[in-house]
């Protein structure tokens, strides 16, 4: 019996609940047609993300690059998605766009997330206090100011670039999921099974980590998900005013901006880089609502 159990410990593999949980993520995911839709969308744009440079039949048009004799071209077989004003080929620069808006989205949800559920779990674990009053005090100075505008008002004192728009909307975006962690640390806090671990002598540590955490991560993961395409739109509205990825690097916001002033005659230059936008916040808001559902303990 030892010999067998280490065997399938060396193996790897999984226990019947745990299979049987696994079965029932699935079920509860792909019954949602529009989630499995969205979660296709999200494989899509993070494949067109990562291999640009094999897919981007003119790779030159996302650098310096001018070719004004083949300037303001229309859709073609030759260029899909036209040409600017500069010559450039669109849909090797939407390809490319891709890939800004998911490392903003990565790089703004790795900070915010963290740094929001950890203040989240420390104000709501300590509920009443003087740590929960500054903690959320601070959060709700940040919320109580438009998101769009706070990240404009930073961006703007900022030198306008990639990284610096990514700061921008990091500092606005943490105080949602402190807020969010916050409501659920307060009512877990009192459950039975954390009395029971502060009778024992267990550390605030793994009371915080070990008991609170594990039970706020369902509303999290959600929340991630949904807010991929959030931080994607607001990552474009800062380049659309100048204030993100600075050219000639192709950012969706830039393009849609350089276009808007030439439509409708040259429609492209903002028809495309909008549908790349719509297309990526699509694929993770339809994602968002399948994990919504997977965690969804009321639903069969």
Same mark, same amino acid.
């Given at each position: 019996?030892?010999?067998?159990?280490?065997?399938?410990?060396?193996?790897?593999?999984?226990?019947?609940?745990?299979?049987?949980?696994?079965?029932?993520?699935?079920?509860?995911?792909?019954?949602?047609?529009?989630?499995?839709?969205?979660?296709?969308?999200v494989?899509?744009?993070?494949?067109?993300?990562?291999?640009?440079?094999v897919?981007?039949?003119?790779?030159?048009?996302?650098?310096?690059?001018?070719?004004?004799?083949?300037?303001?071209?229309?859709?073609?077989?030759?260029?899909?998605?036209g040409?600017?004003?500069?010559?450039?080929?669109?849909?090797?620069?939407v390809?490319?766009?891709?890939?800004?808006?998911?490392?903003?989205?990565?790089?703004?949800l790795?900070?915010?997330?963290?740094? @929001?559920?950890?203040? @989240?779990?420390?104000?709501?674990?300590?509920?009443?206090?003087?740590?929960d009053?500054?903690?959320m005090?601070?959060?709700?100075?940040?919320?109580?100011?438009?998101?769009?505008?706070?990240a404009?008002?930073?961006?703007?004192?900022?030198?306008?670039?990639?990284?610096?728009?990514?700061l921008?909307?990091?500092?606005?975006?943490?105080?949602?999921?402190?807020?969010?962690?916050?409501?659920?640390?307060?009512?877990?806090?009192?459950?039975?099974?954390?009395?029971?671990?502060?009778?024992?002598?267990?550390?605030?540590?793994?009371?915080?980590?070990?008991?609170?955490?594990?039970?706020?991560?369902?509303?999290?993961?959600?929340?991630?998900?949904?807010?991929? @395409?959030?931080?994607?739109l607001?990552?474009?509205?800062?380049?659309?005013?100048?204030?993100?990825?600075?050219?000639?690097?192709?950012?969706?916001?830039?393009?849609?901006?350089?276009?808007?002033?030439?439509?409708?005659?040259?429609?492209?230059?903002?028809?495309?880089?909008?549908a790349?936008?719509?297309?990526?916040?699509?694929?993770?808001?339809?994602?968002?609502?399948?994990?919504?559902?997977?965690?969804d303990?009321?639903?069969?």
């Amino acid at each position: 019996m030892e010999k067998t159990s280490e065997t399938k410990k060396k193996k790897g593999l999984l226990s019947p609940s745990t299979k049987e949980n696994l079965k029932i993520y699935r079920y509860k995911f792909t019954r949602n047609k529009l989630s499995v839709f969205g979660l296709i969308l999200v494989l899509v744009s993070i494949f067109f993300a990562v291999f640009a440079e094999v897919i981007a039949p003119y790779p030159e048009s996302i650098g310096s690059f001018v070719d004004y004799a083949n300037a303001s071209l229309a859709p073609s077989m030759e260029h899909f998605f036209g040409t600017d004003q500069m010559g450039r080929d669109v849909f090797s620069r939407v390809l490319y766009g891709f890939r800004g808006a998911l490392i903003m989205s990565v790089v703004v949800l790795a900070i915010s997330v963290p740094v @929001g559920t950890i203040l @989240g779990l420390i104000a709501g674990y300590y509920h009443g206090t003087k740590i929960d009053a500054v903690i959320m005090r601070i959060s709700d100075i940040f919320l109580s100011v438009p998101s769009l505008i706070l990240a404009l008002c930073i961006a703007s004192i900022l030198k306008p670039n990639m990284m610096n728009s990514m700061l921008a909307v990091t500092i606005m975006w943490w105080p949602w999921y402190t807020r969010l962690v916050y409501g659920n640390a307060s009512s877990i806090s009192e459950e039975y099974f954390v009395k029971n671990a502060e009778m024992i002598g267990a550390s605030k540590a793994h009371i915080l980590f070990k008991e609170i955490l594990p039970n706020c991560l369902s509303p999290i993961f959600t929340k991630m998900a949904l807010d991929v @395409g959030w931080v994607i739109l607001m990552g474009a509205s800062l380049s659309f005013v100048g204030l993100g990825e600075q050219p000639p690097t192709p950012a969706f916001g830039q393009m849609i901006s350089d276009g808007a002033s030439l439509m409708p005659d040259v429609w492209w230059m903002t028809i495309f880089p909008a549908a790349g936008v719509a297309f990526v916040i699509l694929g993770f808001n339809f994602l968002g609502d399948g994990i919504r559902d997977m965690f969804d303990k009321g639903g069969h």
